[in-house]
């Protein structure tokens, strides 16, 4: 039994290029409303499928073989609209959702769950819900600003992205941010 632990979580990567710079495009206009927010470097964006948190190599190993066990196809989602997470009144992290494709995501997230639950990985309560989170809120430095920016773009679309891949990621803290690389990877078939 190995003893070291890895952070690590499962993710579809954003590895579209124009997609990539209007989010830096918006990033660029929410830095304008003066509002003490924390960037998330659009090289690094993801969408979070499930975190794991700090696992040993073991478990990791374990993850793999579950992920490999996914049978999906290739599809589509249309990348989409602003939010807030918890809600506009109380902004603690801003991000980009998805509209079209989002059920075919959810399905893949309800064949994985199970296969998690039963190598020991908690059940994530927060859910399944698809997004990039693009920034996150330091203070209520203008957030009345900041929620009405987020409410005008609600439905904005940024573009469409084939999602052929699922990867386990090992993250690196590190004061200048997070360093994500891949450890896994499933393709549809």
Not at 18 to 29: H, P
Not at 47 to 61: A, K, M, P, Q, Y
Not at 155 to 170: D, Q
Request: hydrophobic share 40%.
């Amino acid at each position: 039994m190995s003893s070291e632990r890895i952070r690590s979580f499962i993710a579809v990567d954003l590895d579209d290029e124009a997609i990539k710079k209007e989010i830096s495009r918006v990033q660029r206009d929410l830095e304008q409303i003066g509002a003490q927010l924390k960037f998330v470097d659009p090289k690094i964006m993801h969408f979070t499928f499930r975190f794991l948190g700090e696992v040993s190599t073991d478990t990791i190993e374990m993850v793999k073989k579950a992920m490999n066990e996914l049978a999906f196809q290739r599809f589509d989602i249309v990348i989409n609209g602003i939010g807030a997470f918890p809600n506009l009144r109380r902004i603690n992290v801003i991000w980009v959702g998805v509209s079209s494709g989002a059920d075919r995501l959810e399905q893949l997230f309800q064949q994985l769950e199970p296969k998690l639950r039963q190598i020991g990985i908690d059940r994530d309560d927060k859910g399944f819900n698809p997004h990039l989170t693009i920034a996150r809120v330091k203070s209520n430095l203008n957030r009345d600003a900041l929620a009405d920016y987020v409410s005008k773009f609600e439905a904005v679309k940024f573009g469409t992205i084939s999602v052929s891949s699922l990867r386990l990621k090992k993250s690196t803290l590190t004061p200048k941010g997070p360093i994500y690389s891949t450890i896994h990877e499933v393709t549809a078939s």
